[in-house]
């Protein structure tokens, strides 16, 4: 596998400078009436999306939906991922009640699915896998007919950690991959890429009814190469749904952007994966970890089906 150093600051200024603008049209943020509403009750509740937090450019278009995605466990992350919005700390206590606000939020806001995320809280005895059950158990107590789906940290895979996570009643665990392995030192060095994927194949061995999702990102600095190998560890780890996106900077003090993939090299990845064997591929630019009722539903018809067979 080809490796690729990191970029020296200087290049980084002078690629800033000279990357080319994206292949596609840019999302266009617009905020409305609907969107305020969210916002006022997340307020209300005390609670976080990572939506907002990390700054996705998808957000107007979830929340006019009526849908977002949770974040729990706090506002400051343990780890210092290069692509990440999210403020890097030291974390605050678990709220106790912060489940049972959540389960209400969901139920005000009429979720069919609900996903949840966290902050990495390596600080934490259990590192958070508790407060993730506890979350789950709230909105399945509350709301008995929604389908829940949860994207974790690594738990640096803790045997313990991924038996609680395998006693939530879930309906998708997602887990990312995020980038490649040569780029892991530089955008995730508290991360190792052997450990993810021991992640998403423990969650799968403790829960084959449960379908595995994970994705990463383009334009970090990859090759095709590296790209297409990541994706054959993924599926031998057992990984049900896939996707891929564009990196896109959310601050300056982030990565920069090393390139901006064209629709068609979406595709193409998209068709990789398949003939791979995912049961099913979200590869576009706009693509994120998280999505809506709509999708998820698609996403486990499709497992469901692909499992049949």
Request: with cysteine; charged share 30%; net charge neutral.
């Amino acid at each position: 596998m080809d490796h690729k150093p990191p970029t020296p600051p200087d290049a980084k200024r002078e690629r800033r400078a000279t990357v080319a603008r994206p292949p596609w049209p840019m999302k266009r943020l617009q905020f409305t009436e609907e969107v305020h509403d969210i916002k006022r009750l997340l307020r209300a509740q005390k609670l976080r999306t990572v939506c907002e937090d990390a700054r996705c450019p998808n957000i107007s278009e979830c929340f006019s939906r009526r849908e977002a995605t949770f974040m729990i466990l706090g506002k400051h992350c343990t780890r210092s991922c290069a692509f990440c919005a999210i403020p890097t700390g030291r974390g605050e206590p678990p709220d106790p009640e912060e489940p049972r606000r959540l389960a209400a939020a969901a139920q005000a806001l009429g979720l069919s699915h609900v996903v949840i995320t966290s902050v990495a809280r390596d600080d934490l005895p259990d590192e958070g896998a508790g407060h993730f059950k506890a979350v789950v158990d709230a909105i399945r107590e509350r709301s008995p007919s929604t389908t829940v789906e949860i994207l974790t940290p690594d738990f640096h895979a803790r045997d313990d950690c991924l038996d609680v996570i395998a006693r939530c009643d879930l309906a998708i665990f997602n887990h990312n991959m995020e980038t490649v392995p040569s780029l892991y030192r530089a955008i995730r060095p508290q991360a190792k890429y052997d450990r993810s994927l021991q992640v998403l194949a423990g969650v799968k061995a403790r829960r084959p009814d449960v379908a595995t999702k994970s994705g990463f990102m383009l334009g970090l600095g990859e090759s095709d190469r590296e790209v297409l190998d990541v994706m054959r560890d993924m599926r031998d780890a057992g990984v049900d749904i896939l996707t891929i996106g564009q990196y896109m900077q959310p601050r300056k003090r982030n990565a920069d952007v090393d390139s901006y993939a064209t629709l068609e090299r979406f595709d193409a990845l998209r068709e990789a994966g398949e003939e791979l064997g995912f049961p099913l591929v979200l590869s576009a630019p706009y693509v994120r970890s998280s999505f809506g009722a709509a999708e998820a539903k698609r996403a486990l018809e499709q497992v469901q089906r692909h499992t049949a067979h």
